[in-house]
Structures are given as structure tokens and as C-alpha cells.
């Protein structure tokens, strides 16, 4: 089936607005305190007291793109949505909780700004690009139709790209 | 083994670890490449600054720049390293160079998705500015919609458009795959 990025563009714009608005107004300050309950141990160890002043909160809205992602991406079967949405927000919390860490701790060690950033950088990097790596895993069969589109020939078309492989 | 080949086989999970890899290649470099030539970056910042002051004095707005800080009517906005599109630049650049196509149609899909990439991020920052001056009440919710809400958004829908218009257009036109 061909993959329309159109519908998808579309559908990803218009659930993200509301979400995004929805994480501002109200979803970031309780996952901040349920972020801070929930990893009391490890924050404590590191002796990070308040999460809200940490430079990685404004990256807290990755969840945003993953569960549109998740709720937008066509013929996914219903168990593989919610058990992959589930396991992807526990593993989001978990590289929150590394970038947080890794913040707290390059901040600590470094003299100059500059050094801070480019020891947080590459996390915060993996960070801004985990929900789509988490998508693109758990939404691999869409993603290998996607493959299978592109490399179609106009003599080749199947017109259901689903089971076949991508030439590469 | 046997599990492990399968998994090579897919050519969407293949995608996937080419992909981590060359993005966690690209993000070790980076801090490393820009300690060593920071000029770069100062360069791009301040280009950047100058442009989105560019074109707000070029719509008569009332504005001006500092260095790297543009300030429309008051309401001022410093550009910094994140705000270039940088880290759009770099996961393009992974998902690109992972996708199993030729080395010319990478390049052109870095040709052209960089430059465009570049030119969201232009816009992306004229809006928060207009935003943040008229309607400073939506300017947080603006700023993490259109930085990282958007971000995915924005990377998915060049990188796509590269594999429809000149991967499988190529492809289309080319008698076989190789």
C-alpha cells in the first residue's frame, strides 16, 4: 500500500498542537514532580535537588512526538501500539533521566560553559532523536513499506508492498 | 545467528542501526570538530542573526541586532548554537547517509534537505520573534512546538521528501535496482 507522507504531515501537525499545548498548561509541571519522586534515588545521589531549573526540562516534551507518532503510524495492530507506546515511555523517562544526570554532572565539572555543552551534547542530541529511533523500531514494518516504495519500479509494482524486501 | 541475520535481512531495522551508529559517530565529532574550529559556529550564529534581522528590517519592522541579538520592538531574542539547526542538520545527515541508495542521491538529499532544513529554522525563529512581541502569553508553548515537538516533524518531512522526489523518482526512471 502506498505510504502517504501527506495524511501523515497532516495528522502528525494536528495531534501535536493540542498535545504540546496540553504539556505546557498542565503535563510538564506533574511529570516534573513525578519525575522527581519517581528517580528520587538516583537524583539524590547526585545531590539534584530541583529538576526545574535543569536545562534538559525544555527537551521533557519528547514524549509529545513519539506517542503522535505511535497513535498516527497506519496498520500498526493495536497490541504493538500500546505495548510499544508503553515500553517507549518507560525508556523515555530513562534517557530523561541519563540527560538530567549527565547535565547535572558536566555542569559540576566543567569550567567554561562551553565545556558543559559539548559534554552534554551528544546525549542531548541521542535525546531529540530517541522518539524517532523508538518509532522507527517498533514501527519497522511501516517503515520497511516505506523502503519497498522507494525503491518500486514503475514495471515492478506489486501494489501491496507489505512482505516484500527493499533492494539495497 | 540465525535471529541476528534475519534481523540484518529487514531493511528497516538495518536502516535503524546504520542510523544510531552514524548519528552517535556524528554527535562524538561534533563537540570535538566545534572545540577546534569554534569560529564556525560564531560565524554561523551571527549569520543567522543577521538574516532574521534581515528580513524583519526588510518587512519595515522595527528592529535591530546585537552581534547575536535581535531585538524586534523590544522584545529581543539571542540566537545561540542550538538555534542554527545544527542538530536537525546532523539527524538529516544520520538518516540520509543511513538509507540504502546510491552516494550521488545522498549527496543531492544533503544538498537540498541541509539548505531547506536551514531555511525552516530561518522561519521557525521569525515566528517565535513575532510571537514572542505580540503574543507573549503562547511564546513557551510556540517555542517547544516549534523546536521540539517539531523537530521529528520537520526532519521526517525533508527526509521523505528526498526519498520520494529523487531516491524512487531515480529509481523510476532507472531500469534496475542495484
Known amino acids: ?168 | 545467528m540465525d535471529r541476528i541475520r534475519a534481523i540484518w535481512q529487514n531493511p528497516a531495522y538495518r536502516f535503524v542501526f546504520l542510523f544510531a551508529v552514524l548519528l552517535l559517530a556524528e554527535v562524538l565529532l561534533y563537540p570535538w570538530a566545534t572545540k577546534r574550529w569554534f569560529f564556525v559556529i560564531r560565524i554561523l550564529t551571527r549569520w543567522t542573526a543577521w538574516l532574521e534581522w534581515k528580513v524583519c528590517d526588510l518587512v519595515g519592522a522595527s528592529v535591530s541586532l546585537d552581534v547575536n541579538l535581535v531585538t524586534l520592538d523590544g522584545f529581543a531574542v539571542r540566537i545561540i548554537e542550538e538555534c542554527t539547526g545544527i542538530f536537525e542538520v546532523i539527524i538529516f545527515a544520520a538518516a540520509v547517509l543511513a538509507f540504502p541508495t546510491t552516494g550521488l542521491k545522498k549527496l543531492i538529499g544533503l544538498g537540498l534537505g541541509v539548505p531547506i532544513l536551514y531555511a525552516f529554522n530561518v522561519l521557525r525563529i521569525l515566528v517565535l520573534l513575532v510571537v514572542g512581541r505580540y503574543q507573549p502569553s503562547i511564546f513557551e508553548f510556540m517555542h517547544l512546538y516549534f523546536w521540539q515537538a517539531t523537530l521529528i516533524l520537520m526532519i521526517t518531512s525533508v527526509w521523505l521528501l528526498w526519498i520520494f522526489k529523487v531516491v524512487r523518482h531515480e529509481t523510476e526512471t532507472a531500469p534496475s535496482i542495484s
Not at chain 1, 3 to 24: G, Y
Not at chain 1, 54 to 72: E, T
Not at chain 1, 129 to 145: D, G, K
Open chain 1, 1 to 168: 500500500m502506498k505510504p502517504r507522507p501527506l495524511l501523515l504531515f497532516l495528522e502528525f501537525a494536528a495531534l501535536t498542537v493540542p498535545l504540546t499545548w496540553f504539556w505546557v498548561a498542565w503535563a510538564q509541571q506533574a511529570y516534573v514532580a513525578f519525575f522527581e519522586l519517581a528517580a528520587s534515588p538516583v537524583l539524590g545521589a547526585l545531590g539534584i535537588v530541583n529538576v526545574a531549573d535543569s536545562p534538559a526540562l525544555k527537551r521533557f516534551v519528547s514524549y509529545v512526538p513519539f506517542v503522535v507518532l505511535m497513535v498516527i503510524t497506519p496498520r500498526l495492530d493495536l497490541r504493538r501500539r500500546l505495548l510499544g507506546t508503553g515500553v517507549g515511555l518507560v525508556l523515555i523517562f530513562l534517557c530523561h533521566l541519563g540527560l538530567v544526570a549527565v547535565e547535572h554532572l558536566a555542569v559540576e565539572a566543567a569550567t567554561r560553559p562551553e565545556d558543559s555543552f559539548s559534554r552534554v551534547f551528544p546525549l542531548a542530541m541521542f535525546a531529540d532523536a530517541f522518539p524517532f529511533i523508538l518509532w522507527a523500531v517498533i514501527a519497522n514494518r511501516f517503515l520497511r513499506e516505506l523502503l519497498v516504495f522507494a525503491f518500486e519500479t514503475d514495471a515492478g509494482k506489486s501494489g501491496d508492498a507489505e512482505g516484500s524486501e527493499a533492494g539495497s
